[in-house]
């Protein structure tokens, strides 16, 4: 079934087309779930209320640009939701010198599998971990960033900084193992 027909098939509330979508990209943004989210049962009722707006406004997609990317938007959007629910973000004080721990050493990150990756995002800081996940793995920018969680831009970049930092300590230390 091509997109468009599945789209369709959504909307018109076939079953057959609602389940190809969701075994389509489930998966997917499982994982996407799982960076912003603290663990595996986290992840899935987000998942889960996602795909449920992503089923409920099929009928307000443009069919303009890609539509995997209008999906991860509202999973993106839906995980930030329900991280503001639960929990104020904490976001520090802009930070001024923070790029000198940042010198890194390649082959660290090479021997780091993606599950261990994973993990180490998913322990970090509420305010780094959100802010990490929008810029170097969504593809936000800080601009976008400051204006969904409410903040100024310049906190965005010293969060980012800080979130790059912190991760390069807690991957120094498993490559200490």
């Known amino acids: 079934m091509d997109e468009l027909s599945l789209i369709q098939g959504c909307i018109e509330g076939n079953q057959r087309a609602q389940r190809q979508l969701f075994d389509s990209f489930s998966p ?13 049962d986290e992840a899935e009722d987000v998942l889960q ?7 409920s406004k099929l009928p307000e997609y443009s069919k303009k640009g890609s539509f995997e990317g209008w999906m991860r938007r509202i999973v993106v959007n839906t995980c930030l ?36 990756l994973i993990k180490e995002i998913q322990e970090m800081p509420p305010g780094y971990k959100v802010v990490f996940n929008m ?9 976008e960033i400051a204006e969904h969680l409410g903040v100024k831009e310049s906190t965005s970049k010293s969060q980012y900084l800080r979130a790059r930092a912190y991760l390069k300590e807690r991957i120094l230390k498993i490559d200490e193992r």
């Open 28 to 40: 997917k943004f499982f994982a996407v779930c799982l960076r912003y989210m603290k663990n595996n």
């Open 49 to 55: 209320e996602a795909l449920i707006k992503v089923f």
């Open 81 to 116: 939701d329900q991280i503001r629910k639960n929990q104020k973000l904490k976001f520090d004080a802009p930070l001024e010198q923070e790029e000198y721990k940042l010198s890194t050493n390649a082959y660290i990150f090479e021997k780091l599998s993606a599950d261990e």
């Open 135 to 143: 810029f170097a793995i969504e593809g936000f920018s800080h601009q």
